[in-house]
């Protein structure tokens, strides 16, 4: 137990770490801006993001009020901007685009944004703003890709280290003491690893085969298309070096080839995620590579060692018979244990780097789905250490909690494909841009932009009254804006009216957060209309 409560205190030291800014593509900022009103017609839309993103996938869509889709040609990419030139004839209303790309660290990322012409209208919606969406599902289907790869890279790793570090040694010693039991408990552990030696490649294999169709489904892509991305180079490495590993791993179980080849290939193998996920989008990114790759080697030597012992060490107890059973359960608990401990430290140090550096701060750990995925993979891995500590404990009695403890290895895994598919908690937020709310009632839509949304500077505001056709609402009169907040009961905003349905005003907002702002107008002599909804305000720079 002295083991389990060192590593459960490591784990929290470093949960209370400071963070360290993390790099993952984010959109930051758009031409138009985000419910921008113009007077002409764009013609080009320019997305700029935190990190370069990749010229294959990308796709923006310019949905005109009527549906129409005014994008001219493929994006294209320069540095961290993507762009797409508009045709001519824009209508006035308010234009949707809707946009989707690849980042650096391989990941889809998507949004939407409107701006508008003239006057703002009802925005469209439906297959043209859905076509640019990836498909429902893609994120669950790609997440047991990955967790296949992982699942089969940790188990082929584990094998090796086993049979290296930890039966070999084991079976040594018991040959001293019983020879006979020694023999038929070997040859029961090899059949079983020859089995399992085969299998775990073989499902890294059918993980980098199944890669190319699943993206080019999430990514409406053609699967020649991907083979430009670095992800789609590291799919085809993990193909080959699963080829090669089946049968040397197969030998290697059957102690007909070296271990210590066997393990230098799957240790090689174990890099393949580390240059095909969140890694890459760090700069530099070769620190952050070393982590993820140290973090599943560790993962193989000590999740991959309890499955592959999960698996064939039963048959071998067995065969051993009642006299030997103990002792060679004895040394074989006991070296792997060892090799755990230094697994398991590998382990919780590069997670917990790794997390508080992609989180930007522990704290923020418990604000997104990543974060707090984060936290449950870690409480596994807790309640996996003390399953091991029973097995430590209880000696021959220990098979149900060894694979227990294997099932919760798999869950980890399978967590761990999940969040190699989301954006981590920490990367770069957006900077403030212009909010708005929009309101459609009896024929009349009222639109209320602030900008640039930031805390203790003058902001910007707009109150704008259009018919159902996107016309200035020649009767709306008697426009006015009134904010509140948390201490902050009404601060009213003074207002000039510009044209036809269409105020203007400027406001100083105190403070940052969630601000409830209303704003009212009238339509002919006696329809007293009102708009309503929350608009969050940014801190100042710096």
Known sequence: MRHLALLVALL??????????????????????????????????????????????????????????????????????????????????????????????????????????????????????????????????????????????????????????????????????????????????????????????????????????????????????????????????????????????????????????????????????????????EDPAWPSILGSWAHVTAAGVWGGGVIALAVCLPGALRAAGDGARRDLLAGVVGRFTRLALVGLAVLVVSGATGAYVYAGSMAALWDADWGRLVLVKAGLVVVAVALAALVRRRGAGSSRALAAEAGIVLVVLAVAGVLTGLAPTGSAAAPPGPMSVTAKADGRIAQLTIAPGVAGTPNEVHLIVVDDVGEPALDAADGSVVLSADGVERLPVKLSQIGAGHWVGSVVIPRAGDWDATARYRIGDFDGRSLQGILVVAPPAG
Not at 133 to 160: D, K, N, Q
Not at 227 to 245: D, E, G, H, N, P
């Open 12 to 281: 929290a030291a470093l949960l209370v770490l400071p963070g360290a800014a993390a790099g993952h593509a984010v959109l930051l900022n758009t031409t138009p801006a985000d419910g921008a009103i113009l007077v002409d017609a764009p013609m080009a839309v320019q997305l700029t993001f935190s990190e370069s993103v990749e010229a294959v996938g990308a796709r923006i869509a310019v949905i005109a009020p009527d549906g129409a889709n005014f994008a001219v040609g493929e994006p294209t990419v320069s540095g961290r901007t993507l762009s797409v030139l508009v045709r001519e004839g824009l209508p006035t209303g308010t234009t949707t685009v809707a946009w989707s790309a690849i980042s650096a660290d391989g990941h889809r990322i998507s949004g939407a944004f409107v701006f508008s012409v003239g006057s703002p209208s009802a925005p469209a919606d439906g297959p043209a703003v859905d076509a640019v969406v990836e498909p429902a599902g893609a994120l669950a289907v790609s997440s047991v890709v990955r967790a296949l790869r992982f699942a089969g890279i940790v188990a082929a790793l584990g094998l090796a280290a086993i049979l290296a570090a930890v039966w070999a040694p084991a079976i040594r010693s018991g040959r001293e003491r019983d020879p006979a039991a020694a023999e038929q408990a070997d040859a029961a552990f090899r059949r079983t690893a020859v089995r399992l030696g085969v299998a775990a490649p073989l499902v890294v294999a059918v993980a980098a085969l199944a890669w190319f169709p699943v993206e080019a489904w999430a990514g409406g892509l053609a699967i020649g298309e991907l083979l430009s991305l670095r992800q789609a180079v590291m799919a085809l490495i993990a193909l080959m070096l699963a080829l090669v590993l089946v049968p040397a791993l197969a030998l290697a179980a059957r102690g007909a080839f070296p271990t210590g080849p066997v393990l230098a290939l799957a240790v090689v193998l174990a890099a393949v995620p580390a240059f095909a996920g969140h890694a890459l989008a």
